[in-house]
Each structure stands twice: as structure tokens, then as C-alpha cells.
């Protein structure tokens, strides 16, 4: 017969799970889970991953087009204000300055006399030239008279000689005496010429005496006084002329643009301390090459400045319009990535999954990027960079208006 438990007056536990069967569901359900992860993953990487609904497991992502610039783009750039043309005077010749006529800020006129100097020991100089020149035609009358004489007693001697009165060797001796006339005669002639040449040096060394202004333009520096000594070892400049009317302007154009530099391109110059003033201007040269360390090209601005508003050595800002050299497409700022694997952007292709493109960085303007390669214009990008997006992954789009360019009209 069958013996009762015996009641002990409480429930017993029921009897554990053994801990051996614990550890192999606890092994299933790891291996299940690996085995599904890599599945998936697999499948994403072959670009095969299904979309079980809208909107589950995709992410959603706003994209817009990139804006193509006009043909014409405006350039800001700084400048420095040059005189048209600056010249710094020196004494061509000694003495003593005997009075000065013009000073700092004072216009002047080309040909204006601006300085005398006195030249005592020039003037002494240029006297015994005049006299010494007076000596040479002296000698010239001198020597062509003896050369007339000795080529008539040459004539003489030979007559003589005919008639057998004088000896052969006679006639020789007139007909060189003769001859050295006629070469005196040179001689001195070219003492002539010698001396009147030295007469005309100083004669112009005595006029620069008097100092005159090359051409129009302003005095900015008068290094002399009254009594000064000066003369041609002076390194010091008696004066500075400068023109500035009109001005140069220089400014550095980047590579960028370099190539779409042509004389006649009119610009603009605005400097800060003449709010609200705008001075016109034309491009009137460039240096034709790039700076080797910065990579920009010097180009001269000429601009017409008869009330000499604009000062020499002045910061202006210029302002160029010139055509981009090549297309260039605009995009957002925030759809740039730029990591490990270079420049990029993110698109959405036709099956609304994500592919990179590489692009080239025509300018940054802080809000937009301007892009020389890599778009056509037709894609689809990003417009907030995600950086959890893969290659080949599904999103959904959302599409935004492309952004406005930049660039001002086309002239």
C-alpha cells in the first residue's frame, strides 16, 4: 500500500531547474542572436537590406540641389594707395643752397623753380674753360698759318729743285715740314673741339644750379636750408614730389581669379574714413604672375583723384566684378564632410540610398561651400551631414529649396 507524505505543516519548494540546462539556453540565445546580426549585416552590405515599412528602421533625411553661381562673381579685397609717380630730387652739382621756394604740401608745376644754388668754384671753373677754349682757336690760326707758309716753300723748293738750284734732299725737308703743318693743324682743331666740349659739361652743371620740378604734384619732404652745403655725394634728397592724380592702387587677387584679370575692368574703392564715399576706378595692369609663397597676383587699380581725397600709403577696400573662370556650384555649409576619407558630400541616389562623393573646395564662405569638382549640379545631397549614415544605406527624403548664390547678377 501506498505510504502518505507525511504533512510537516508547510509547503516544500519546487525542485530546481538544473543549471546545466541553464547554460545551454543561455548559449542558443547568444548564438541566434550573432548568427542574425551578421545575416543583416551581410544583406546591408550587399545594398539588399528590405524595408519592412515607411518610416521603420530608415532614417529621415532633408536634401536640396546645389545652386549654380552666375558667370560673375563680386571680390572684396584690401588695398594700399600708391602715388602715380614719386621722385626723390638731388643736388646734380656743389655749392651752397642760396634759397629754397617751395616746402611740405605745397603743389607745384613741372619746370617750377624749387632751389638756387650757389657754385663759386664752378663758375671759376667754367671761366678758365672759356679762356682755355679762346687758347685752342688761338692755336688753330696759328698752326694753319705755319702749314700755309710750309706748303709754299714746299712748292718753292720744288721749282728750285727743277732747275737743279737745290738738292732732292731739301725738297724733302719742306715737303715734311709741310705735312707736320697740316697735322698741327688737325691737332689743334681737335683741342678745340676738346675744350668746347669740357665749356658745355660745365655750362650744364651750372644749370642745375637751379633745381625745377619734374613734373606736377605735391611736395611731401624739403630736406635743406639756407646755406646748406650740398653736392653730388649727398645722400640725402633736397626734396619728394609725389603725382596723385589719379592714384595707383595695389591689391593681391587670388589664384582663383587670377586668369579673369584684363586691363579696363572696373572696380570700386571705398576707404573708412569717407563713410558713404565710393571712388571709381579701372584695372589698369597685372603683374601677369603669381607670388611664389601666397599664391596671388599684384594688380594695379588706377583711380582719378583730383581732390586729393586719396593720400598715398592709404588702406582702401576694393571692390572687383569678374567672371568665375570655370562652373562652380554652391552648397551648405553644414553638408560637408571632412574626415579620414577626404572632402565629401552625402547623396541620395535613385533607389533613395546614400553615396559619397568626393568633391574639390572652390572657396569657404562660412555659410555655403563653393565647389569646383565632384557635382554636376543634378544630385541630391544632404543638407546636414549625419555622420551615422554608411554607404548604401536606405533613408527617406524630405527635399528642401536649393540655397541662393552668392554671386551678384551678371553685369
Avoid: C
Avoid at 519548494?13 to 540565445?29: C, F, I, M, Q
Avoid at 545652386?67 to 614719386?86: C, H, I
Avoid at 724733302?172 to 688737325?186: D, L, M, R, S, W
Wanted: net charge neutral; no cysteine.
Amino acid at each position: 500500500m501506498t505510504q502518505e507524505p507525511e504533512d510537516l505543516g508547510f509547503e516544500l519548494p519546487a525542485p530546481a531547474t538544473s543549471s546545466r540546462t541553464r547554460v545551454l539556453v543561455v548559449l542558443v540565445v547568444l548564438i541566434a542572436g550573432a548568427f542574425a546580426f551578421g545575416y543583416f549585416q551581410h544583406r546591408k552590405a550587399r545594398g539588399d537590406t528590405p524595408v519592412i515599412a515607411a518610416g521603420i528602421g530608415v532614417s529621415r533625411v532633408e536634401v536640396t540641389k546645389p545652386a549654380s553661381l552666375t558667370t560673375d562673381r563680386a571680390l572684396a579685397l584690401p588695398g594700399v594707395v600708391r602715388a602715380l609717380e614719386e621722385t626723390k630730387i638731388y643736388p646734380r652739382t656743389s655749392g651752397y643752397v642760396k634759397r629754397w621756394l617751395a616746402d611740405i604740401g605745397d603743389k607745384v608745376k613741372q619746370g617750377q623753380l624749387l632751389i638756387e644754388i650757389e657754385t663759386p668754384e664752378l663758375d671759376a671753373q667754367l671761366a678758365q674753360a672759356r679762356a682755355e677754349l679762346a687758347q685752342s682757336h688761338a692755336a688753330v690760326k696759328q698752326a694753319a698759318a705755319q702749314s700755309d707758309y710750309a706748303k709754299s716753300n714746299s712748292a718753292r723748293f720744288e721749282t728750285l729743285a727743277d732747275q737743279k738750284l737745290v738738292s732732292r734732299s731739301q725738297v724733302e725737308q719742306t715737303q715734311a715740314a709741310a705735312a707736320t703743318g697740316v697735322a698741327t693743324v688737325a691737332a689743334s682743331e681737335a683741342a678745340v673741339a676738346a675744350a668746347e666740349a669740357n665749356v658745355h659739361r660745365l655750362v650744364e652743371l651750372q644749370g642745375f644750379a637751379k633745381v625745377t620740378a619734374p613734373f606736377a604734384g605735391t611736395v611731401t619732404q624739403r630736406s635743406v636750408e639756407r646755406g646748406a652745403l650740398v653736392g653730388t655725394s649727398t645722400t640725402t634728397p633736397m626734396y619728394t614730389i609725389v603725382a596723385t592724380d589719379p592714384v595707383r592702387v595695389f591689391v593681391d587677387v587670388p589664384q582663383t581669379v587670377a586668369a579673369t584679370i584684363k586691363p579696363g575692368t572696373e572696380t570700386t574703392v571705398t576707404v573708412r574714413e569717407f563713410p558713404g564715399r565710393v571712388f571709381p576706378g579701372k584695372v589698369t595692369r597685372s603683374a601677369g604672375a603669381l607670388d611664389p609663397d601666397l599664391h596671388t597676383m599684384s594688380t594695379e587699380i588706377q583711380v582719378p583723384n583730383p581732390e586729393s581725397a586719396l593720400l598715398p600709403g592709404m588702406y582702401v577696400q576694393t571692390s572687383l566684378s569678374l567672371p568665375v573662370p570655370h562652373h562652380v556650384l554652391e552648397i551648405p555649409a553644414t553638408a560637408l564632410y571632412n574626415d579620414s576619407q577626404g572632402v565629401r558630400v552625402a547623396i541620395v541616389d535613385a533607389q533613395q540610398k546614400i553615396h559619397y562623393a568626393a568633391i574639390t573646395i572652390e572657396r569657404d564662405t562660412g555659410s555655403t561651400i563653393w565647389v569646383a569638382a565632384g557635382l554636376t549640379g543634378d544630385e541630391r545631397i544632404l543638407k546636414i551631414a549625419v555622420p551615422s549614415l554608411l554607404e548604401g544605406d536606405p533613408v527617406e527624403v524630405a527635399m528642401t529649396p536649393p540655397p541662393a548664390a552668392a554671386a551678384p547678377a551678371k553685369k
